[in-house]
């Protein structure tokens, strides 16, 4: 599965469950009068509008590469990662402004079995939709889709607090307006985490040294002890990665062997990892550079 398709199936079955489950915690906030339920919907509804930047961005990465973008489209992913967390830390500052009028205002609230219900199916389902998109995350590489599936691990752990909230309300009158709090600060941490992972990898990343390891062992499989590959580069656009690397060749080389040597690693290189390649060639007796 690539992700676009990734993206579509995961954030069409998102988009679906959870306006389901906002009816249904905002419906039982209202009856009980719950700030944290109602807060709890309103993040639920967060992920159906962050599944449809989703699904958006996914249509958006699926345009190939033009004269304005030569390396594709990709990096709309980390866009849409970067509107999530703003979502979510939009939302969260708005139920921590609310808990703390709430508790100001000494507002007790008074559940029932239908605020249990709801808040167990929702936990169950969210947990759900979580472990969904993290397997579609692995399977497809996609950062966004991973962001997702954080939203909805900490839609889950929202509604468990939630859920330890209603069994101590008879005992604590603030309890609703501190759950609130403590969600809002579950939706600031989401978003933290968004933010730091999709700006490490905008920002650009060392390429992973398992990646390099075998590159290199399939070129000196090839080559043998002829060449010497080193100073590698990577540049990930989502749809297209691009890398940079030198080898080092007999200084007595002809130029035309070197550049047939060269252009056959970057082709052994796309036809095994899926990589663009430019090679610079040094000569053999050089010395490394530091």
């Given at each position: 599965m690539n992700k676009v398709k990734g993206g579509y199936v995961e954030g069409t079955t998102s988009i679906i469950v959870n306006l389901i489950l906002f009816a249904l915690k905002f419906w039982a906030g209202i009856i009980t009068g719950s700030l944290a339920l109602e807060a709890d919907a309103w993040?639920?509804?967060?992920?159906?509008?962050?599944?449809?930047?989703?699904?958006?961005?996914?249509?958006?990465?699926?345009?190939?590469?033009?004269?304005?973008?030569?390396?594709?489209?990709?990096?709309?992913?980390?866009?849409?990662?970067?509107?999530?967390?703003?979502?979510?830390?939009?939302?969260?500052?708005?139920?921590?402004?609310?808990?703390?009028?709430?508790?100001?205002?000494?507002?007790?609230?008074?559940?029932?079995?239908?605020?249990?219900?709801?808040?167990?199916?929702?936990?169950a389902v969210k947990e759900a939709l979580a472990q969904y998109a993290f397997y579609i995350a692995r399977k497809t590489g996609s950062t966004s889709i991973k962001a997702d599936g954080w939203h909805h691990r900490s839609d889950a752990l929202s509604s468990v607090v939630v859920l330890v909230g209603i069994f101590l309300a008879d005992y604590l009158w603030w309890i609703d307006s501190v759950l609130a709090a403590v969600i809002a600060l579950f939706l600031f941490y989401a978003t933290y985490k968004i933010i730091k992972e999709t700006v490490t990898k905008m920002l650009g990343e060392e390429p992973d040294k398992n990646l390099i390891d075998e590159i290199t062992a399939d070129v000196k499989a090839a080559y043998h002890d002829n060449l010497q590959i080193h100073h590698f580069h990577l540049h990930d656009y989502v749809t297209e990665k691009e890398l940079t690397l030198h080898i080092r060749l007999d200084k007595d080389m002809t130029i035309e062997k070197g550049h047939q040597i060269a252009s056959e690693i970057e082709d052994t290189i796309k036809k095994n990892f899926g990589i663009m390649t430019t090679i610079h060639i040094e000569p053999l007796k050089m010395t490394a550079p530091k």
């Open positions: 993040h639920t509804l967060s992920d159906s509008i962050s599944s449809v930047v989703l699904v958006i961005a996914a249509k958006l990465m699926s345009k190939k590469a033009d004269k304005e973008h030569p390396f594709g489209h990709g990096r709309w992913e980390q866009i849409a990662a970067l509107f999530i967390a703003f979502i979510l830390g939009i939302i969260g500052y708005d139920f921590l402004k609310q808990s703390i009028i709430q508790f100001r205002n000494r507002e007790a609230v008074h559940f029932g079995i239908l605020a249990i219900v709801v808040t167990i199916a929702s936990i």
